[in-house]
């Protein structure tokens, strides 16, 4: 009654009363609102299915770049080809619109859900936590272009960063740097590549064979191959204690090749000034390998071979129907070779390199064929454990040129930025990043 009164004789009042009504509601409204943005606009989908990302290969980066500050990234796998969940920030969003990026802008409850779907024993996926961006060193000559090699390519296409290392870094056992070591395709035999028929006259073979005769003597060795030995043996160790090491080509079945004739001479005059040792094929010595067995010697330097680990000169495919398959694991009880093959299809096209593919009785029992071509009996993706550590050995040179040959030109990942021969490598560089659980395959 006293209000009503004191409001009827006081018009000014009235008005201060019904301003600070239809603030309290603005008020209210504006906490609402921003509420609701919190509730419903929490995460960023980094889609990785076939339809919905336009870049498949700089998603990678950005799931490096978002670990890189500190921000742990979920890999959701099997769930839209391998999609990541990221937490919602301006800064991330601009990052994926600046990489043209596809992604979505999820909320708590979407989040929730997918995260219900995926926990599920019904479903074949996993949501493994990337806990921070793994250190990067890459086993090149230094005077090595980057698109020499299709892991350096690709890398800096994401732009993920990575350091270049060489024989001196790792004689001196700086590899304990790095968390992921990729080998660029190298010849740890000390043969220069099997290229003598074909191109022991042209400039680039002097000068690469006197660099290296060099590197090697100043390295205090007589010999590359003795100098490449030992090279090998300390990324062997690396790799026995907790490290990551990636190989792609020729890289693959030289580096096995050197620790199983460690202490023999395979090498002819051409290459290292004296002849081979008599007998060599019996001293080979399998069980120092990481992946490969029963494997015979290319004795001849005129052939453009290592052994008969490869599979090149086998091969009755068809450039139109080279393909090979994608395994299909538990993410579950083996997510690690399951992160190791997510993609937005099962079908990669195949490709050549002075390593193709690996004959398939070659290949030790131990080993996981992650990727094959059944009908021609040969490995494609491989990998395995060996000590503490892990390696993945992936036949070819690059994905996206069927053959390439000395002196081609480069390939333009803008062309191909969906590569799913790609996503394989970006793969094994994500892997060191996760929180790993025990494989049971």
Known sequence: ????????????????????????????????????????????????????QKEHLKAYGITY???????????LLNYRGGSFLLPDSEAIRKECQIRGVSFEVISDSKTEQILTDISSPSQNMEAVVLEKAPRIAVYSPKGSLPWDDAVTMVLTYAEIPYTVIYDEEVLSDQLVLYDWLHLHHEDFT???????????????????????????????????????????????????????????????DSFDIALSVEGVDICEPMFDGDPSEPGYQSKVDYSKTFAFKDYTLERSPMVYEFSSIDMTTKRKIPK??????????????????????????????????????????QIKSNVLVMGENKSNGE??????????????????????????????????????PNSPGYRLILNNVLFPAAKKKKQKT
């Open 1 to 52: 009654m006293l209000k009503a009164f004191f409001m009827k004789k006081h018009p000014i009042w009235l008005k201060i009363c019904r301003y600070i009504s239809t603030m309290s509601k603005l008020l209210s409204f504006l906490f609402l609102a921003l509420f609701s943005v919190n509730a419903w606009a929490s995460y960023i989908l980094i889609p990785m299915d076939v339809e919905n």
């Open 65 to 75: 770049w978002t670990l890189e500050k500190n921000v742990k990234v979920k890999w």
């Open 190 to 252: 000390g043969q220069y590549g099997k290229f003598y028929r074909a191109y022991r006259s042209a400039p680039w073979y002097i000068e690469e064979k006197k660099n290296a005769e060099a590197l090697a003597n100043k390295l205090g060795y007589a010999k590359v191959s003795e100098a490449k030995r030992d090279v090998a043996l300390k990324i062997r160790d690396y790799v026995i204690g907790g490290g990551f090491m990636f190989a792609m080509c020729s890289a693959t």
């Open 320 to 361: 139109e129907t080279d393909y090979f398959t994608l395994m299909d694991y538990s993410a579950k009880w083996d997510p690690i070779p399951c992160m190791l093959v997510q993609n937005h299809t099962a079908l990669v096209k195949g490709f050549m390199g002075q390593t193709t593919s690996y004959e398939r009785d």
């Open 379 to 416: 490995g494609r993706y491989i990998h395995g454990i060996k000590g503490k550590g892990f390696f993945t050995f992936y036949g070819g040179h690059d994905p996206e040129d069927y053959q390439h040959r000395v002196g081609d030109a480069k390939t333009e990942l803008e062309l191909h």
